[in-house]
């Protein structure tokens, strides 16, 4: 069974949007991974944030994580053409055994 | 050059064939991964190996075996495919060190 489950399945912004995408989780994790994947083609790690962090930003993401509530958010801001792709989390349960639980990924499609 | 590379990319074959995948990775890893995504969903993972003497059985081992034959080198082999094996397979490396895993082009396997 997967850990997490992502929301919403599909997602249809304009370009310069900002566009949000969630995660939820089902047990205690040692860390949660984003990673992006064009269509049909291999994932691409994004962004890792660890469970006793809450925030942390790249370029022009941002994730959060709330441990409290077993749940975390992509924002992918000013959204552009070249965004669109499928995201997924991907939650890592023990420390150091990198064994990733993926979601079934969000559909990102940024129309110009 | 890509730093993993999967063979072949494409591969249609008949059921009760056996098939093999392999995985080629540059980076140096000692860990790698065999991935399956079915259509509209994330990635299960099959067989995962923190170096040339350790396998292990991940969440949907079964009709599946792997090979470690060095350091850069991991190949998947189903012994007599069948239809609902059809799906596209990851290959991923990582480091202890990072905790991010890096993915293969994937190759699309057909099971007729």
């Known amino acids: 069974s997967q850990q997490g489950e992502e929301d919403p399945q599909a997602l249809s912004i304009q370009e310069g949007e900002n566009a949000t995408m969630n995660c939820s989780y089902k047990?205690?994790?040692?860390?949660l991974q984003w990673y992006r994947q064009n269509s049909g083609r291999g994932l691409v790690h994004l962004i890792l944030?660890?469970?006793?962090?809450r925030e942390k930003h790249s370029g022009r993401l941002r994730v959060t994580l709330d441990t409290s509530k077993k749940s975390s958010s992509l924002l992918i801001t000013a959204s552009r053409a070249a965004d669109t792709a499928s995201y997924f989390c991907?939650?890592?349960?023990?420390?150091?055994?990198?064994?990733?639980?993926f979601g079934q990924g969000t559909r990102l499609t940024i129309n110009p | 050059d890509a730093d993993v590379t999967q063979t072949p990319r494409n591969r249609i074959t008949k059921t009760g064939k056996r098939i093999m995948l392999e995985c080629s990775q540059t980076?140096?890893?000692?860990?790698m991964y065999w991935y399956r995504q079915d259509p509209g969903l994330g990635l299960r993972l099959i067989y995962y190996?923190?170096?040339?003497?350790?396998?292990n059985k991940g969440e949907i081992s079964d009709g599946y075996s792997v090979s470690r034959q060095a350091q850069a080198k991991f190949s998947l082999s189903l012994e007599s495919a069948i239809p609902n094996q059809t799906a596209l397979y990851f290959c991923?490396?990582?480091?202890?060190?990072?905790?991010?895993?890096?993915f293969g082009p994937g190759t699309r396997l057909t099971v007729l």
């Open positions: 991923a490396t990582s480091d202890y060190f990072t905790d991010t895993q890096y």
């Open positions: 047990t205690s994790i040692n860390n």
């Open positions: 944030i660890r469970s006793n962090e």
């Open positions: 991907a939650t890592d349960l023990i420390q150091g055994a990198q064994k990733l639980v």
């Open positions: 980076k140096g890893h000692d860990r």
């Open positions: 190996s923190f170096d040339v003497k350790d396998i």
